[in-house]
């Protein structure tokens, strides 16, 4: 593996996984830290490492230090095959993310704050709020759809909803994610999800 020469840089997120290469989460520096100190850490896989300076040992003169991996494997049962098939907590965020913030009926590009979640079956008419039947939609065309279906209101849908999976989730939730995380998770995405294509 290369490991790029170390670098002190500001807390960059950790990807951890579990003993069997399963993306986990992501954790700060501290927490990777306290999994290195706690000899818990069974295996890196990143291309990057990152130097984190404690405090002055008294005896020795010496400060002391500790070198993290960007993707860490973490020791234990406790890790092991959780969770990765749980489905993730939906939020705006993440789901401008998931649709690339392109509005699911103009096809327009738009920031955040332009953006809504657009049930496609109304919860006035049963819908639920649950990725499966959410879409990224601007203001105008929400207001224009209103309480209807898109049947009802005319308008056709671009592209179909679905379900991130784990390691989609976790490029979705973190805005600085370095590139050897970001490799190491799109082998682990959904053949369906766009970010898969790039
Ligand atoms: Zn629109």
New binding site residues.
């Given amino acids: 593996m290369n490991v790029s020469p170390e670098t002190t840089l500001p807390s960059p997120l950790i990807l951890t996984l579990d003993m069997h290469g399963v993306p986990n989460r992501w954790v700060n520096w501290q927490h990777a830290c306290f999994y290195y100190a706690k000899n818990l850490v069974a295996w890196d896989a990143g291309q990057h490492r990152f130097v984190f300076h404690g405090g002055m040992n008294r005896l020795t003169g010496e400060r002391s230090r500790i070198v993290t991996n960007s993707i860490i494997a973490i020791k234990g049962k406790a890790f092991a095959g959780t969770s990765f098939n749980i489905v993730p907590p939906l939020n705006n965020r993440e789901l401008f993310h998931r649709d690339r913030h392109m509005?699911g009926?103009?096809g327009?590009d738009f920031s955040s704050v332009r953006l809504t979640r657009d049930h496609i079956v109304p919860i006035s008419q049963g819908g639920r709020d649950i990725w499966m039947n959410v879409v990224t939609?601007?203001r105008?065309?929400n207001q224009k759809k209103s309480g209807r279906t898109p049947e009802q209101a005319g308008m056709m849908l671009l592209y179909t909803p679905y379900i991130p999976n784990k390691a989609e989730y976790l490029i979705l939730s973190n805005r600085q994610i370095l590139a050897d995380q970001m490799d190491f998770l799109a082998r682990h995405v959904n053949a369906n999800s766009r970010w898969r294509h790039g």
Avoid: P, Q, S, V
């Fill in positions: 509005c009926y103009c327009g939609a601007c105008a065309c």
